[in-house]
């Protein structure tokens, strides 16, 4: 009897363990949605897909870059530009490219530089440019003026054609150097991260960006749900652990760390096979390895319960303002499947990391 009683124990007690770190929770508050208007909305719809976000101190001005992927149509996935007073207010961006002749452009992102200017860039797929380079992408940009590109660059390239090294290109000013960080992901034969690839160049205005670093990226197991019911009004889930797959992510900078904000590659899109359930942060101290923080900023299933629908999540971005951590991310819209919406949710650093 006393065997059975301790081999009860035993599995209450492991079972409460595989609850507490693989049943759907997350370290944020609920997002809340954010409109975001575009020019030419019987085109653009307002969407908002791949979004990044910074806020300047010095003119307390806060600077977005997004492109719209309304109804997964990536003919419409163009650039645009916006400045706004308030986090939660962007009105009429500024297309900086519009749709070319073949291909399609994506995942734009911009630098605040220490010396006050804006570097914005954005990735070409299969366009013409790429073909007269050679490559099946290219990421291009240069500096703003007045909103406006004062002249387009090309700052890396990808040949691989099973794959790409620089998806979602990220582009950062670090000691006196500028780096852009890019998931390295492989299409086929199976999609998957690989890891992330470092280019490292000394000019923006004359670009001379080099590949030195491709590593791999040491991920975790996080939440999951195996199914779930409704019980007085709420979902109760039966968790199960779900390997988190960088697919599209974001960066910045905290207390001489750099931070990063990820999500796996949505699931509503019948070709996709990871599921973008989850928004997880990961900390690197030598700017090159990460370390991955098992609970996640947002969870779609715990949210679920406060939408009233299940999300999908795509592209996170995020900044740092008095020690809060201000988090966005984007997600199917409630009453229109075809809509990318952007959300926002917040709270303090030392909450999120302790």
């Known amino acids: 009897m006393k065997k059975i009683t301790f081999g009860i124990v035993v599995l209450l007690c492991l079972a409460g363990v595989y609850a507490y770190l693989y049943y759907p ?7 809340e949605p954010i409109l975001v208007r575009t020019i030419d909305t019987m085109k653009y719809h307002n969407d908002c897909l791949h979004p990044c976000i910074r806020y300047d101190e010095r ?3 806060y600077y977005m870059a997004q492109s719209p992927y309304y109804g997964w149509n990536s003919r419409v996935e163009n650039p645009m530009f916006y400045v706004s007073d308030e986090y939660d207010e962007w009105n009429a ?3 900086l490219a519009d749709t070319p002749e073949k291909g399609y452009n994506s995942d734009p992102n911009i630098c605040l530089h220490a010396n006050g200017t804006i570097t914005y860039i954005w990735r070409e797929c299969g ?5 007269s ?6 990421t291009v940009g240069g500096r703003l003026q007045d909103g406006k590109l004062l002249e387009k660059h090309v700052y890396i390239t990808n040949s691989w054609d099973n794959g790409d090294i620089e998806q979602c290109p990220i582009i950062i000013e670090h000691d006196g150097k500028y780096y852009i960080y890019a998931v390295w992901y492989q299409y086929e034969p199976v999609r998957k991260n690989i890891g992330i690839a470092i280019w490292s160049g000394t000019s923006i205005d004359d670009p001379d960006f080099k590949l030195v670093d491709t590593l791999a990226f040491e991920s975790i197991y996080t939440c999951d749900k195996a199914a779930k019911l409704r019980l007085f009004g709420r979902f109760v889930y039966f968790p199960k652990p779900q390997y988190h797959d960088l697919w599209h992510f974001d960066l910045f900078e905290y207390k001489g760390k750099l931070y990063m904000v990820s999500a796996a590659e949505r699931a509503d899109n019948p070709r ?3 599921k973008g359930d989850n928004i997880m942060l990961s900390v690197s101290e030598d700017w090159k390895h990460f370390k991955t923080y098992r609970r996640p900023l947002v969870n779609n299933h715990y949210a679920e319960n406060y939408y009233g629908y299940r999300q999908y999540y795509y592209k996170p971005t995020a900044f740092v303002k008095d020690d809060t951590l201000h ?3 984007t997600s199917n819209a409630q009453y229109d499947t075809r809509k990318n919406q952007l959300f926002h949710t917040s709270a303090p650093m030392k909450k ?3």
Request: aromatic share 10%.
């Open 272 to 274: 996709m096979i990871e």
């Open 352 to 354: 999120i990391i302790k």
């Open 25 to 31: 929770q997350q370290s944020m508050p609920i997002g």
């Open 327 to 329: 988090l966005f991310y």
């Open 59 to 61: 003119s307390g001005k």
């Open 127 to 131: 366009t013409p440019l790429c073909d």
């Open 133 to 138: 380079l050679g490559c099946y992408q290219t």
């Open 93 to 95: 961006g500024i297309l």
